[in-house]
């Protein structure tokens, strides 16, 4: 069993949907979320970052972090064209720099 | 400079030839991280460095590869004796310290093809 798992998808939704993406993890350490936005023929962008367990919102986009189910969210309200992209979600706990990640799930939204 | 560059963005070499990647920093950025991205999969870690040291060389799959940071700026990926499993895109990472607190500026990578 991997240490993230992230369904790779592929996601495709109408423009104006909302979006949920997903990951669990086994690593009780974890105490790092993040995601992360990566166009095709770039590198991850950081979009979200929690510690520990909570939600936090920034404008369209909420993170949740269930450390209990050991399970992480990504929500996307108002989906645009431009958000069509893959979606990483990446972990880290105990060393405090080295960051695990999913595979990334790639989203496409449609005009 | 603005972000962190990477070169070259392509390689394509054969198997069995050395190649070396370059990766420069976020200027003031003391740490910088490497990372293999294979093709549908997440970032794997391959080395961290904190200043001119290797903080943490425990991704680096064997003593093919091997890294420098001479004077804590620049970086250098170098891979001996390529495999076509060495087939990825790397990329280059670097944070203001060795935490995560300010998060990670990658890169956009370099495509590394072994034929």
């Known amino acids: 069993q991997k240490e993230v798992e992230q369904d790779p998808g592929p996601l495709s939704v109408p423009e104006g949907a909302i979006v949920s993406l997903n990951c669990t993890y086994s690593n009780s350490a974890f105490q790092y979320f993040m995601w992360y936005r990566q166009y095709s023929r770039k590198g991850p962008e950081l979009l979200m970052y929690t510690y520990s367990s909570g939600n936090k919102e920034d404008g369209r986009f909420t993170a949740q972090v269930d450390k209990s189910s050991k399970y992480i969210s990504l929500f996307i309200r108002d989906s645009q064209p431009s958000d069509s992209a893959t979606y990483l979600c990446?972990?880290?706990?105990?060393?405090?720099?080295?960051?695990?990640f999913g595979k990334g799930t790639l989203l496409t939204v449609n005009p | 400079g603005a972000g962190v560059s990477q070169t070259p963005s392509n390689k394509v070499t054969e198997k069995g030839k050395y190649v070396e990647l370059r990766c420069d920093p976020i200027s003031g950025h003391t740490a910088l991280y490497w990372y293999r991205q294979s093709l549908g999969q997440g970032p794997e870690f391959l080395i961290y460095f904190q200043g001119t040291g290797a903080a943490d060389d425990s991704g680096l799959p064997n003593d093919r590869f091997f890294a420098v940071r001479p004077e804590g700026s620049v970086s250098t990926l170098k891979i001996q004796r390529t495999e076509r499993g060495d087939s990825a895109v790397y990329l280059c990472?670097?944070?203001?310290?060795?935490?995560?607190?300010?998060?990670?500026?990658f890169g956009s990578g370099t495509r590394l093809t072994v034929v």
């Open positions: 990472a670097s944070s203001l310290d060795g935490g995560l607190n300010y998060g990670y500026t």
């Open positions: 990446a972990t880290s706990g105990g060393s405090n720099y080295k960051l695990t």
